[in-house]
């Protein structure tokens, strides 16, 4: 096996790419002696050989999974960095990390908190600082036509400061972010698959968001030793608009959240439905649950207009608390009883069951969607009816994923283990079948697995091939680093019986959730279109310096190996605005744009425009240079700020 022959369409010719790169508009005037100078990293020929016994300067042999120099991989990776605050893009089955997407973070790279245009999306106080500048993101999933990934966004979640963001997935960067009110440590998120109310939008129109975390409402200073009080709310945002739609009041707390295959239902798991506020107590009750929204019925009661506000907040929130929810077919909610302090809930990608992950019980909950829909109809006495299995896998299960055979795979973080078992067996067990095949197969991974995640695992288009475990612990699996270690990042290949570890990958911390996307999905922008920036110079005449009393600003391009202005001139006390367009046309022609001592660092991708605002109070000169290696004459591309006394 090696990979998708299928998907040949997006495999590049290295050799002919590069040389057409080259030899258009980079290199025009140039001498063979700065292409060297330049771009000799580049050069095919100069390939390393000496971990290359074979023929040619190749190697030998071939791991069938092995993506040779200059292939392709077959999937995306795409994972939320944890306390990182962005997003990174893997390929697999190589495990080569392609980039970073800053989001919540400050990230000098390409300028992210740095220009005026990112700053806008993170959110800036009046006198224009950064309202926040860290973040935590846990939980991330893209956007859904039919059922499967459309390509178009990717939504991550930020547990600090409680705010969901997009990425857009044609320019791999954060677009929209938005401020979830009246809840803290948001955790779970995840975009329905389908629109709930109209059955003909087969397209993702709401993220759905919990909050792990109870807090006083409206929190602003009362009731703060009133914890019987303390609540939490789940929250839908509006997946185009980014604007929050409404909430839902409930008992307990939210972990992880699912969403349906028809749009019907959103789950969350729990596990301090003791509504605790100390450690200790958030284990004292057997029982936690997984609680179920019926989206419609939400939507219909918010439209009825029964609702009440927290605080200034003008977010509709509806009562999904047990108590008003006690009858099933007026009901918002469904709180079904799963063992003590669950973790994960997926949902299987036939779109049947959902399995909690225990936890604190060395079991997994399979809770039947057909069920759950069938107490909100009362024809369920018990919501613990929907309950159709609960296998006994192994100590510590957090989150579980699926292949398209009907098994399901969950991660044992006590026992350091991935779990193979048998949904149909776990349910033939559970009705009394003693001979039912539940464990199929366990795989040590190195070590205690967080998350684990299949190749479209989480769609119908689930395709068995692959898992990647992310381990919280690599040890000594690599090369020591000093006190911090990298996590492991573990390729399974799962097309056959038994589980097959492929490779270990090192990633920097700190890592939780991923998903696996098959590359054919993605379609990347190369160049950006000019006339999306308003702000555009769009020809090197339109630069020079346009005072309007104490705020200049200063328009330039940037073209290889120059930008359009050698200088410019301001005056001490000016507030200062460069807008810097990147003329150049060609593929993967960014160039950077610093200044010395002034704090601006930032890139322009090809026909892209960013601009920054600073204040100059310092007369002198200040060279402003290319940040980000373009050309032979990377070096000369400079320009000097003239600040007058
Ligand atoms: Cu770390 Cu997804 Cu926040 Cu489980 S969560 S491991
Ligand atoms: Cu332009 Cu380096
Ligand atoms: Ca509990």
């Known amino acids: 096996m090696t990979q998708d022959d299928d998907i040949k369409t997006l495999d590049t010719q290295p050799d002919l790419g590069r040389r057409k790169f080259l030899g258009t508009t980079a290199l025009v005037g140039l001498s063979g002696a700065g292409l060297s100078l330049g771009l000799s ?91 926040y500048d860290t973040g935590d993101t846990h939980h991330l999933h893209p956007s859904y036509t039919d059922g499967t990934y459309d390509g178009k966004y990717l939504f991550v979640n930020d547990k600090i400061n409680c705010r969901l963001a997009r990425v857009r997935l044609d320019t791999m960067e954060c677009d929209r972010i938005t401020q979830l009110p009246n809840i803290q440590g948001f955790h779970g998120t995840f975009p329905d698959k389908r629109d709930p109310v109209d059955s003909s939008i087969n397209h993702t129109t709401r993220v759905f968001c919990g909050s792990e975390f109870s807090i006083p409402l409206p ?54 439905t003791e509504m605790a506020t100390k450690y200790e107590e958030m284990m004292s009750l057997e029982w936690d649950t997984c609680l179920f929204f019926n989206v419609a019925r939400i939507e219909e009661a918010v439209k009825a207009g029964k609702v009440r506000y927290y605080g200034d907040s003008k977010v509709p929130v509806v009562d999904g608390t047990k108590a008003a929810n006690a009858e099933p077919k007026s009901a918002l909610t469904c709180y079904v009883p799963i063992p003590k302090n669950p973790h994960g809930v997926n949902i299987s990608p036939d779109g049947k069951y959902y399995a909690c992950a225990g936890k604190l019980s060395p079991s997994a909950s399979l809770i039947a969607h057909e069920l759950v829909l069938k107490w909100f109809d009362g024809e369920l006495k018990e919501p613990r009816e929907a309950v159709v299995a609960e296998p006994e896998i192994g100590l510590g299960p957090l989150h579980t994923a699926f292949d398209n055979r009907g098994n399901a795979y969950t991660t044992l973080f006590l026992d350091s283990q991935m779990v193979k078992w048998s949904i149909e067996g776990a349910i033939k067990a559970y009705q009394g079948d003693k001979n039912a095949p539940v464990v199929l197969d366990r795989l040590d991974v190195h070590y205690q697995p967080g998350h684990g995640f299949t190749s479209m695992g989480e769609t119908r288009e689930c395709d068995g091939r692959f898992l990647v475990s992310d381990n919280k612990f690599s040890k000594d699996r690599f090369l020591p680093v000093g006190p911090l270690h990298p996590e492991t990042s573990q390729l399974i290949d799962i097309s056959g019986a038994k589980m097959t570890l492929v490779h270990d990958n090192p990633v920097a911390s700190e890592p939780h959730d991923s998903i696996i996307i098959r590359r054919d999905i993605i379609k990347p922008l190369q160049i950006y279109n000019l006339d999306d920036f308003p702000n555009a110079v769009r020809d090197a005449k339109e630069s020079g310096v346009f005072r309007d009393g104490r705020k200049v600003t200063v328009k330039l391009v940037s073209q290889a190996p120059a930008f359009s202005l050698r200088e410019f001139r301001v ?47 310092r007369p002198g000169i200040y060279w402003c240079y290319c940040t980000h290696f373009c050309h032979a004459l990377h070096m000369e591309m400079r320009s000097r700020m003239i600040v007058e006394a």
């Open 571 to 617: 005056k001490k006390g000016d507030e200062v605005t460069i807008i810097l367009t990147n003329l150049d046309k060609v593929e993967d022609l960014t160039h950077g744009f610093a200044i010395q001592r002034h704090n601006i660092n930032f890139i322009v991708n090809p026909q892209e425009t960013k601009s920054v605002t600073f204040k100059v109070d």
């Open 41 to 131: 990293a580049c050069n095919k020929e100069s390939a390393p050989t000496e971990a290359a016994p074979g023929a040619k300067g190749e190697v030998a042999a071939h791991s069938p999974y092995e993506v040779a120099p200059g292939k392709l991989d077959t999937y995306y990776m795409f994972s939320s960095a944890g306390h990182a605050g962005d997003v990174r893009v893997f390929g697999l089955p190589s495990g080569r990390e392609f980039k970073r997407i800053p989001v919540f973070n400050t990230d000098c790279m390409v300028g992210w908190g740095i220009t005026n245009e990112s700053k806008a999306i993170i959110g800036t106080n009046p006198d224009g600082s950064v309202k």
């Open 219 to 272: 929190n602003l200073g009362k009731g703060l030793d009133d914890e019987a009080a303390y609540r939490s709310l789940f929250t839908c945002v509006d997946a185009e608009s980014m604007e929050v739609r409404w909430q839902v009041l409930i008992d307990g707390n939210c972990e992880l959240v699912a969403t349906s295959y028809d749009g019907k239902l959103a789950a969350t798991t729990q596990y301090n």
